[in-house]
């Protein structure tokens, strides 16, 4: 279906994207893939590859946001942490999707931390670059806030799951 050739390392290393690299095999993000071309070309000179080993922060809770993060490669999880130091994981994101959802919302922090679970790569964009984006484009910030609400049905499937499934 989708897989073949897009999942096929580009051979680019850390840094701004250069030109020519939003063909198929030279991205794999599956939200920047669905993109039209105008929409992209607002992201384009914003994005730079950015290796993400295991553990990077990606956004730290009840801080402003710097950065978000198209998912290339590798898996990010969203945790939240209650006030005695309790965490549980509330969210994954993958290739599928992009950390730093709250921008999207209009908000500037979140409660929650999202951190590299699975190393891999993405591309990376300011925040300030992404508001300014979505501002140029109704159709690219109304296609990124699709994927916000597909994210937030996934912690409620998530509780229901664990409310009416029992764990033998």
């Keep these: ?71 290339e490669e590798g898996i990010a999880s969203v945790v939240a942490t209650t006030p005695q130091g309790r965490r549980i994981e509330v969210g994954i994101i993958g290739r599928e999707g992009m950390t730093g959802i709250p921008i999207l919302l209009g908000a500037d922090r979140t409660p929650h931390e999202c951190f590299v679970q699975t190393p891999g790569e993405g591309l990376r964009i300011r925040a300030d670059d992404l508001r300014q984006a979505m501002a140029g484009s109704a159709s690219l910030h109304q296609h990124l806030l699709r994927f916000a609400q597909a994210f937030i049905i996934q912690p409620g499937q998530t509780a229901l799951a664990n409310g009416i499934y029992p764990i033998e």
Excluded: K
């Excluded at 095999?25 to 071309?37: C, E, I, M, P, V």
């Design 1 to 71: 279906m989708f897989e073949g050739n897009m999942d096929q390392l580009t051979g680019f290393g850390s840094g701004p994207i250069s030109a020519g690299w939003a063909t198929p095999n030279a991205r794999r993000n599956r939200l920047l893939l669905a993109l039209s071309l105008p929409d992209l070309s607002l992201l384009e000179p914003w994005l730079e590859r950015v290796p993400l080993p295991v553990g990077t922060r990606l956004v730290e809770p009840n801080t402003p946001i710097e950065h978000a993060c198209f998912m």
